[in-house]
């Protein structure tokens, strides 16, 4: 079962139920009947602030009911993993695209270890781009806590953060017995970090879904690390399409024009 994390009710006319299940995150108050939820069974429901999708993530590795074998994994109520084709006529032609087919997901785990979103390239390296986004400072705490907890993925974390690619969005699908590896390393590091990050400092909601974002490069150290195969695919957003090339040469022009007014 692939597990779809939301946060709010929302259209949920795309997701083929037959393979995916909703799963509702955080603040369950006002959550539809069908909806899994988070704060069930085992769970830090109370940490989604933060947490954001982990808490998710930690249900399903505490409380899913699929066998080591089993397909499983994560996608959002507004992402999910299509193929190249259908992404290229949403973003150009404004078509809905298809989830990416079950059975070639299961084609696809037969050769490979996990399936990513497409990996985004940029010019500065993890730590800089993250940096510029975040609190960096929080970026050493956690290069900390690695070497505290598991010094055998310090070379790794040091190699992904010099890199000048990432995975966004915390999603993966995989076997579950993968899965769980994943979970047992990662919120080992997370709840060590958890004991060095003072909260309070952050300002505002966004940049407080510090553990969120920093997991988000922590996966791409654990793959690194565990040499796994992988398969990329693009995520579309059913609420903002791509933008295109020509739109990015037209927001540049028009950047360039306004400069040049003043």
């Given at each position: 079962?692939?597990?779809?994390?939301?946060?709010?009710?929302?259209?949920?006319?795309?997701?083929?139920?037959?393979?995916?299940?909703?799963?509702?995150?955080?603040?369950?108050?006002?959550?539809?009947?069908?909806?899994?939820?988070?704060?069930?069974?085992?769970?830090?429901?109370?940490?989604?602030?933060?947490?954001?999708?982990?808490?998710?993530?930690?249900?399903?590795?505490?409380?899913?009911?699929?066998?080591?074998?089993?397909?499983?994994?994560?996608?959002?109520?507004?992402?999910?993993?299509?193929?190249?084709?259908?992404?290229?006529?949403?973003?150009?032609?404004?078509?809905?695209?298809?989830?990416?087919?079950?059975?070639?997901?299961?084609?696809?785990?037969?050769?490979?270890?996990?399936?990513?979103?497409?990996?985004?390239?940029?010019?500065?390296?993890?730590?800089?781009?993250?940096?510029?986004?975040?609190?960096?400072?929080?970026?050493?705490?956690?290069?900390?806590?690695?070497?505290?907890?598991?010094?055998?993925?310090?070379?790794?974390?040091?190699?992904?953060?010099?890199?000048?690619?990432?995975?966004?969005?915390?999603?993966?699908?995989?076997?579950?017995?993968?899965?769980?590896?994943?979970?047992?390393?990662?919120?080992?590091?997370?709840?060590?970090?958890?004991?060095?990050?003072?909260?309070?400092?952050?300002?505002?909601?966004?940049?407080?879904?510090?553990?969120?974002?920093?997991?988000?490069?922590l996966l791409q150290v654990w793959v690194h690390?565990?040499?796994?195969?992988?398969?990329?695919?693009?995520?579309?957003?059913?609420?903002?399409?791509?933008?295109?090339?020509?739109?990015?040469?037209?927001?540049?022009?028009?950047?360039?024009?306004?400069?040049?007014?003043?």
């Amino acid at each position: 079962m692939i597990y779809v994390i939301t946060h709010k009710k929302f259209n949920d006319e795309i997701v083929d139920r037959k393979h995916y299940q909703i799963l509702h995150v955080g603040m369950n108050d006002d959550c539809k009947s069908d909806y899994l939820r988070d704060d069930s069974g085992e769970n830090i429901a109370s940490k989604n602030r933060s947490y954001c999708e982990l808490t998710g993530l930690y249900w399903i590795w505490k409380n899913g009911k699929e066998n080591p074998d089993d397909l499983t994994g994560l996608v959002h109520y507004r992402r999910y993993f299509t193929t190249e084709k259908e992404d290229i006529l949403y973003t150009y032609f404004h078509l809905m695209p298809k989830l990416l087919d079950y059975k070639k997901i299961e084609l696809d785990l037969m050769n490979v270890d996990a399936i990513l979103p497409k990996h985004v390239s940029i010019m500065r390296t993890v730590r800089e781009f993250y940096s510029d986004l975040h609190v960096g400072e929080d970026l050493d705490l956690t290069r900390v806590s690695i070497k505290e907890v598991c010094p055998e993925y310090l070379d790794a974390f040091d190699e992904v953060m010099n890199e000048h690619y990432f995975y966004f969005a915390n999603m993966i699908i995989c076997k579950k017995y993968i899965l769980d590896s994943y979970c047992e390393w990662l919120f080992k590091v997370i709840e060590h970090l958890e004991k060095k990050i003072d909260l309070s400092k952050y300002k505002d909601e966004y940049q407080a879904r510090v553990f969120g974002f920093i997991s988000e490069r922590l996966l791409q150290v654990w793959v690194h690390k565990k040499k796994l195969s992988i398969k990329e695919y693009p995520v579309f957003n059913t609420e903002e399409r791509r933008i295109t090339i020509f739109r990015k040469n037209m927001n540049r022009i028009e950047n360039l024009m306004n400069r040049t007014r003043l």
